[in-house]
Every structure is written in C-alpha cells, then in structure tokens.
C-alpha cells in the first residue's frame, strides 16, 4: 500500500484547521457583532429588552450625548417658537458652535437645531439660561429628569457634555434616554434632521447634522454624536425596522459608524 504523501497530509490538515476557522467566525459574528467601543448596547424599547451588551452598566463621560437630555428638558418647557436674546455668558463657548453673537435673537426650535444637528455648545448654554434662567438651575432639572426616568448610572454637570468631574452615564442609561427623547415627536423630528436652515439675513446659518448614521445607514432616525479628545467617540444610533425602533449606544468607540451597522444589523 503506497504511503501518503507527507506535504498531501499536511496540506489536508491546514485546510480542516481553514474550515474551522472560517466556521468559528461566521458563528461568532451570527452571535455577537464585532464592536470596537469600550462600551456598547442596542435596545428595543417596545419590549424593553436589551439585544446586546458590552460593559453596559460602566460608568463613563459621554461628551456631546449629553445634549439628548438638554433637548429634551428644553422640549418639555413649551414655547419653542418664543424668540429671546442670546445671553451674553454663550458666546464664545469652545467646541462645535453657531458662533452666536452679541444681541443676536432665536427661537428657542432653532437653538434646538444647533443643539441636535450641529452640537453647538453655545447653542446648548443660550438654550438652559433662557429655559431655566441660569445654566447651573437647567443642569439640576437634567438631573432631576434623570432620576425620574430611573438613570441611576448618570450625572450631568453641565448643558454640552463639555469634560467635567463627575459628569458621566452608561451605554444601558443612554438607550433609555433616548427611547424616551424619541417618543417626543418635537424631538425625534428635528434629529432625524439631515439639514435645517436658522436665523435670518445675515445671521441665516444652513446646519447639517453631524450624526452620518441618517445618511449611512437605511432606516436610521437619529439621534446625537458626541466628541472629546478625553472622551472618545460617543454615538446613540436609531434605526427603524419591521415597525420597530432599534436603539445603538458607543462609548469610546474608535470605529463607531461601523460598530453601529453591526448592532443595528442584528
């Protein structure tokens, strides 16, 4: 009986350990998608069930995310196209801005559209001082809202999400903030937005949402980017499908628009 080819045995094992390992990455990525963030989850609000989870009850800063919750309080005190002046303590504010002026007037709808699409924090400053007459009594009614909504893993010391001891959420509280942001129909509207034009003659701004989710990613609803060179790549993600919304958080996430496709394709 002729004796097998050594290099034929070889060659036949390599390809069996090939096959094997094709195989475990194909079931590896049905089960649990590859995500690049430190933190991550993806939820579904009808049924409340989280699908995905990763380090989801660490607590971490969440840079610009943090303006889901300033819309929303902004959003719940009414008289949205109640125009006011811009106070003097936004203008000049560091990071993503409308560079709002001196005596410049908005509606509070359009300081929401900085807010939402073009993350302004000094949109995001105007807008507490004006809602609750000091940004400090603004930061305190996030909080509040916050508890009521039953985050017991976030803290907010500020309106932006500018960095900030003991300003912090998780991935699992930022899907429930957002779930009850986007049952607001004020809210889910302008961020979906992938445009919005504010102000008039020469303070007319054309804004375009930051969040590329709505442009990447069919059936994407929303909702806020967020960045800081402390905090990494924040992203809450939505997509619509099948009649229901699913919900992506990313904290610290290096690869973010990708983490995202693979949540949301789950």
Excluded at 1 to 24: D, G, H, Q, S, Y
Excluded at 163 to 181: I, R, V, W
Excluded at 196 to 216: D, P, Q, T
Excluded at 241 to 266: E, M, Q, Y
């Amino acid at each position: 009986m002729p004796e097998f080819p050594a290099r034929k045995l070889f060659l036949a094992f390599t390809l069996i350990l090939l096959l094997l390992c094709v195989f475990t990455v194909l079931v590896s990525s049905e089960g649990r998608p590859s995500v690049s963030a430190r933190a991550a989850v993806l939820y579904e609000p009808c049924t409340a069930r989280f699908l995905y989870e990763k380090n989801a009850d660490a607590r971490l800063p969440m840079a610009s995310t943090t303006k889901i919750m300033t819309a929303l309080v902004a959003i719940r005190h009414g008289n949205l196209d109640e125009e006011a002046d811009i106070p003097d303590a936004a203008v000049g504010i560091e990071g993503s801005s409308l560079y709002l002026k001196h005596g410049e007037r908005l509606t509070r709808r359009e300081l929401l559209y900085g807010v939402l699409l073009r993350s302004a924090n000094d949109a995001s400053f105007a807008l507490a001082e004006i809602v609750s007459g000091s940004a400090d009594a603004f930061v305190a009614e996030m909080n509040e809202t916050a508890e009521r909504l039953g985050l017991s893993d976030t803290h907010f010391e500020n309106p932006h999400g500018l960095d900030a001891e003991g300003h912090y959420t998780t991935a699992k509280d930022l899907a429930l903030l957002a779930a009850a942001a986007l049952d607001d129909p004020v809210f889910a509207e302008i961020c979906s937005s992938k445009s919005a034009r504010i102000g008039e003659g020469e303070n007319c701004r054309l804004l375009r949402n930051h969040n590329k989710l709505l442009s990447l990613y069919d059936g994407a609803v929303g909702v806020k980017t967020g960045y800081t060179k402390k905090d990494g790549r924040c992203l809450v993600g939505a997509a619509t499908r099948d009649g229901l919304t699913f919900i992506s958080v990313t904290l610290d996430a290096p690869d973010d628009w990708r983490d995202h496709k693979n949540l949301l394709d789950l």
